[in-house]
């Protein structure tokens, strides 16, 4: 089965600077990578998504890229803001199908003044 | 938010004991999945549906059994609750269109003493 790979799984940055997060995953099947934002004591929200047709997607400060030759995809996080701390998680649909969605272990972001 | 709520928001038991938690939506999405949250194992799922009486397993079924009977709920049972099985337990549901979005609920903690 599917089977996906993050990392750091913690990073500390100062604010305005970037943060880099990288996932890997198995299955080549695979073709939708959703990534999730979970502050303390809250639910997982949505916060960028890509499909294996697209290489780049960017939303203001967030942007995802996609390598599927590599079989890996990384959230980038531009002029990072304290109310960026959280942890965050990857995802992929193994097998292509959309009730098969593993996440990764997650990647607890704190963001310092 | 979408129309998601589990019940019960917080529970604890004995090891032993049957437990069964419900998920029910309001947004009649095709697809509901349950996912245990753990210190350094993220989201893992457990099992999911993509219809009424249609469910598969996932990366950790063992100990679980789960039902829908109806679009709306979709209910996580332990058969005899194990402290292994103390977790924070999450309830998602997305459209079952390609691509479309997970929506959690606000999750549920369970201990089993």
């Known amino acids: 089965g599917e089977n996906v790979e993050q990392h750091p799984s913690t990073l500390s940055v100062q604010e305005g600077d970037s943060a880099v997060i990288k996932c890997t995953y198995s299955d080549s099947a695979s073709n939708y990578f959703p990534w999730y934002k979970q502050e303390l004591g809250k639910r997982p929200q949505l916060i960028i998504d890509i499909r294996s047709n697209v290489g780049e997607k960017k939303d203001q400060r967030i942007a995802v890229t996609l390598n599927k030759t590599a079989k890996h995809f990384s959230l980038h996080i531009t002029e990072t803001q304290p109310e960026d701390s959280a942890v965050y998680f990857c995802?992929?649909?193994?097998?292509?199908?959309?009730?098969?969605?593993?996440f990764g272990k997650g990647t607890k972001l704190s963001v310092k003044p | 938010d979408a129309g998601i709520t589990q019940s019960p928001r917080h529970k604890v038991t004995e090891t032993g004991t049957p437990v069964t938690l419900r998920c029910h939506q309001t947004e009649n999405h095709r697809y509901m999945y349950w996912y245990r949250q753990d210190p350094g194992h993220g989201l893992r799922l457990i099992h999911y549906s993509y219809g009424v009486k249609d469910t598969d397993k996932g990366e950790v079924s063992d100990g679980y059994s789960v039902s829908r009977s109806k679009t709306e709920d979709f209910l996580l049972t332990l058969e005899s609750a194990t402290s292994s099985q103390t977790s924070v337990y999450f309830c998602?549901?997305?459209?079952?269109?390609?691509?479309?979005?997970?929506?959690f609920g606000q999750g549920t903690r369970l201990t089993v003493v």
């Open positions: 998602a549901i997305s459209e079952g269109s390609a691509f479309s979005e997970a929506f």
């Open positions: 995802a992929a649909n193994g097998g292509g199908s959309q009730g098969n969605l593993i």
